[in-house]
């Protein structure tokens, strides 16, 4: 059965540009059309350009060929449309993808038969709003969002109310808003807890905070986590990419969201077990 399978990579990292294109020939020989985004097109070549904000629609599923942020950049391109991500790893930790290099082609053969199994991951809606309450569209993050501090040598200060009660302010290098995926990512760098994706959660966590409370929180599902800049100037990423320079008075809004990423499985692995694999947790 023919299928429209869309192709992203990662522009900086030869040896995934050049499996990319390894991928797109071997699906276009197999009968089965091929795009990817048109900010991967100079790299790719061989495969239909799309304008990155109509690449989802009518792809049967994405291919990532790289690492974890190629992983994320390929959920933000596709997730609301439902659209299943497999991930190839072409980078280093790769702790997303869930495909090596050297196996590639049965992996892709077996998607394309039905053998597979997606996960649902939650995901955060990303909203920033100036004094005067008004936001723009939310933006969409798999992992997290970080509000940090723009200048070395300052803190920022945020303050952080949950559904719309003060929790804590922080004076901090940064702080993280993460899902359960993105909770093994900066979040555990900076001593946040590990959260399985089975359960939906916020994690609240600060950087390096300047305060004796520097503990993270973890915050239901249904509740909205604000955060509003009380001093500072402070930067906005979302799924490591820059969104926004936020100066006093700025909120940042993170709720989860009603989309859902669907990462292929080939099963054999639970999140367990990657994360043993991953982080050499294993003394075995």
């Not at 439902?82 to 190839?88: E, M, Q, S, Y």
């Not at 993460?178 to 600060?206: C, D, H, K, Q, R």
């Not at 915050?219 to 100066?247: F, M």
Request: hydrophobic share 45%; aromatic share 4%.
């Amino acid at each position: 059965m023919k299928a429209r399978v869309g192709l992203v990579t990662h522009h900086d990292r030869p040896p995934a540009n050049e499996l990319a294109r390894e991928v797109a020939a071997w699906l276009q020989s197999e009968g089965h059309d091929v795009s990817v985004p048109a900010s991967d097109a100079a790299v790719v070549g061989g495969a239909a350009a799309v304008a990155d904000d109509r690449f989802a629609a009518g792809l049967d599923f994405a291919v990532s060929i790289g690492g974890d942020g190629t992983m994320l950049r390929t959920v933000s391109l596709v997730a609301r449309a439902g659209v299943p991500v497999l991930g190839i790893n072409r980078g280093h930790l790769g702790y997303l993808t869930i495909v090596e290099a050297d196996h590639w082609r049965s992996a892709i053969a077996r998607v394309l038969a039905g053998d597979f199994r997606t996960e649902a991951r939650m995901t955060l809606d990303v909203t920033v709003s100036g004094p005067d309450g008004v936001g723009g569209s939310p933006l969409i993050a798999l992992n997290d969002a970080v509000i940090e501090k723009s200048e070395a040598g300052h803190t920022v200060r945020v303050a952080v109310a949950i559904s719309g009660q003060h929790a804590i302010s922080y004076a901090a290098d940064a702080l993280i808003v993460a899902t359960p995926t993105g909770s093994t990512a900066y979040n555990l760098s900076a001593g946040g807890p590990i959260v399985s994706p089975n359960l939906s959660a916020l994690v609240v966590t600060p950087v390096a905070a300047h305060s004796l409370f520097g503990r993270p929180l973890v915050v239901g599902p249904d509740e909205v986590a604000r955060v509003a800049v009380e001093a500072g100037e402070a930067a906005l990423g979302v799924d490591g990419v820059h969104c926004a320079r936020l100066s006093v008075g700025d909120v940042v809004e993170c709720r989860r969201s009603a989309t859902v990423a669907r990462l292929v499985t080939l099963g054999g692995r639970d999140f367990w077990e990657v994360v043993t694999a991953k982080f050499g947790l294993d003394p075995r």
